[in-house]
C-alpha cells in the first residue's frame, strides 16, 4: 500500500488527483448536454402522459428554453465532478497498487499482474468512494435538469419552479429534510457505482494491458478505449441509473412521494411501461457516452503525462 509519507508516494497522489479533475472537468463540459435529455427522459410518470415522446421531441422542447437550458445544474456538477473524477482515479489507482503487493508477496516476484476480479474491484472502489460526492451532486442536478425554464411562450412555469439555482436547491431541501434530502437516493446510487465503475475501470485496463506499455499509450488509443470502457459501463448500468434519476426526482414526504422505495419504482415502471421503461433515454446515453468517457480518460491521460514532465 502506498506510504504517503514519503514525498514520491505523496506526489504520486497529488498528481493523480489533479488528473483526475481535469477529466472530470472534461467530462462535464462535453456531457452535460446528453446528461439533461436523458434525465428529462428518464423521470417521466409512469401512468401519466409522456412530457416527450422521445430523444429527438425532448431536444426540441428544451431548446424553446434557451441553449442554457442544456447546461442546467452545471455549475454543482462543474465543480463536484472533478473532485469525483479526482476521487476515482486516485482510489482506482491506489487499490491496484495495494493488489499489486498482495500478489508480489504471494508470488515473491514484483512481476505479477492484476487478476480480472481485482482490476473489478478496484474499479468497484472507486465508484464507491466516488458515490459520497456523485450521490448529492447528482440528486440537485437531477431536480434542477427537470425543472421548465419560463419563456414569453410558457410563463406559467415560473410558478412551477422551486429552485433559483444549485445553492437555493441544497438551502431549501437541507432545511426541510436535512442530510437525508441531500442524500436522498444514495442506496441506489451506491449500487450503480459499484456495478457500474467495476466494468468501466475493469474494460479500460483490460484494453490498455493489450498494449503492454503501461500508461504510455497514444493518445487516440485512450479515447479509444474510454469510449469503449463507456459504452461497456452504460449497457451494464442503465435501468439501475434510471431508477436512480426517478427516486432522485420524487417527493420528500409520504405524500408527494410517487414511490416507496427502489422496488416499488422497479415494480411500478414495468407495470405501466413495460420492460422499454427501463430504456428510456438510452439512445441519448449511448450517444453521450463515447464522446464523454473518451474526452475523461484522454484528458487524465494526457495530464498524467504532462505533470510526469514536470
Request: glycine share 10%; charged share 20%.
Amino acid at each position: 500500500m502506498i506510504d504517503t509519507s514519503k514525498k514520491g508516494g505523496l506526489m504520486i497522489v497529488i498528481k493523480e488527483c489533479a488528473s483526475g479533475t481535469v477529466g472530470g472537468i472534461a467530462q462535464v463540459l462535453v456531457g452535460q448536454p446528453f446528461n439533461t435529455v436523458k434525465v428529462r427522459l428518464q423521470t417521466q410518470i409512469p401512468g401519466q402522459p409522456p412530457l416527450y415522446s422521445n430523444m429527438l421531441d425532448c431536444v426540441r422542447k428544451t431548446s424553446k428554453e434557451g441553449f442554457s437550458a442544456f447546461y442546467k445544474g452545471t455549475t454543482m456538477p462543474l465543480v463536484g465532478i472533478g473532485a469525483c473524477v479526482s476521487i476515482q482515479f486516485a482510489v482506482l489507482e491506489h487499490m491496484k497498487r495495494f493488489f499489486n503487493e498482495i500478489n508480489n508477496e504471494r508470488n515473491g516476484d514484483k512481476t505479477s499482474v492484476l487478476t480480472n476480479s481485482q482490476l473489478f474491484l478496484s474499479g468497484a472502489a472507486a465508484g464507491i468512494a466516488n458515490s459520497v460526492l456523485s450521490g448529492p451532486i447528482e440528486h440537485i442536478r437531477t431536480r434542477l435538469q427537470v425543472q421548465i425554464t419560463p419563456t414569453q411562450s410558457n410563463s406559467f412555469a415560473k410558478k412551477s419552479m422551486l429552485y433559483s439555482g444549485p445553492i437555493d436547491c441544497i438551502k431549501k431541501i437541507y432545511s426541510s429534510y436535512g442530510i437525508r434530502g441531500i442524500y436522498k437516493g444514495q442506496m441506489i446510487t451506491m449500487a450503480r457505482e459499484f456495478q457500474g465503475y467495476g466494468t468501466y475501470f475493469f474494460l479500460y485496463e483490460l484494453l490498455k494491458r493489450t498494449e503492454g506499455k503501461g500508461r504510455e499509450i497514444e493518445s487516440w488509443k485512450a479515447y479509444l478505449y474510454g469510449a469503449l470502457a463507456g459504452y461497456g459501463m452504460w449497457l451494464i448500468i442503465y435501468p439501475t441509473d434510471l431508477l436512480k434519476s426517478k427516486l432522485q426526482r420524487d417527493g420528500f414526504t409520504p405524500q408527494t412521494r410517487k414511490y416507496k422505495n427502489a422496488l416499488d419504482c422497479f415494480a411500478r415502471t414495468y407495470r405501466y411501461e413495460g420492460l422499454r421503461g427501463f430504456f428510456k433515454g438510452f439512445g441519448t446515453v449511448m450517444l453521450r457516452a463515447g464522446p464523454v468517457n473518451a474526452s475523461t480518460f484522454m484528458a487524465y491521460e494526457l495530464a498524467m503525462k504532462s505533470f510526469d514532465k514536470l
